[in-house]
């Protein structure tokens, strides 16, 4: 039996449902002596801003008893470097490539967007309302509805690309902010990003982490992850992409169950850089002893009502 892992994400058809999370797999091209990267659905880059960011000050992750947290603070190489020095090696792979955008203002996120317009290559944009490690942009719009919609809007103007809301678990009502986000012009929704968390070393009465707060990632975060993405998906009819402690191949499965389309892998790459593509085989293997045909039969299969 050939099961058909494929998934369609409204325009964008996957070869499978796993995708590499941002800032957990680099810019794609560090692992390729490791890895067979044609094997992944697809991999999303380290957010990426108008100009070269350094990020915050050391320590920037910490482990905790329950989870990774981290303030990397969205240090990256800027969009340009990104498309003359990244892109073109990445292009070489049969795999979808999402660019992850951030901005601190409506006018950067539109500015960083609008230089993919006309790049065949690049699949989609992701729009980064939800990083809670910066001063400003990232979570910053992500937990306002407004806000969400105005930074969504601006983005689906300035580009020719689908868009993906990439959504923060930092809030009441998700619910709310991804309408916003589809009312802003977002094809697709992205959650989660990291919980807003903090870590004290008691010896000297200090943050751990340089930024003082950080984001929480890891299997810890997997229940709020999959509530989040059943109530979203139900609520509404735009394909959601499930991320947020997936490790192993139940994980998938389950975010499959809760509505996910695809998923995406991060903190599990920290500790096992193939987990990724291990996944791809086991999803199919796994559908092969189930005799599921087709992968997207899972899709939203949870029975809950
Ligand atoms: C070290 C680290 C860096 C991250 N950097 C970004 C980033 O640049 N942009 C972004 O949208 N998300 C970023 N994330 C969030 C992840 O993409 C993902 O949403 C989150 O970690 C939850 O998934 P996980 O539990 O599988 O890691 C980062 C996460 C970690 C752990």
Redesign the pocket.
Known sequence: MNPDLSVRLGSLTLKNPIMT????FGYGLELIDLLDLNQLGGIVS??LTLHKRMGTPPHR?FETASG?L?A?G?ENIGVEAYLNEKLPHLSRYDIAIVA?V?GNTLEEYAATAARFRGVRRINAI?V?I??PNTKKGGMHFGVDPELTYQVIRAVKDATDRPVIA?LSPNVTDIVQIAKRAVDGGADMLSL???LWSLAIDHWNGKPILGNVTG?L??PA?KPVALRMVHQVSRALPVPVIG????ANLFDVIEFMMAGASAV?????N?YDPTVSVRLVRELRDYCSMRKIDRISSLIGALQSS
Do not use: V
Request: aromatic content about 2%; charged content about 10%.
């Open positions: 999370a941002s800032g957990c380290k957010s992750i990774m981290n990397i969205i992850n951030m992701e980064n939800s990083s990439k989660i990003n990291t984001g990632s890891g975060i991320m947020g402690g997936i995406q892998i991060g903190t599990a920290f």
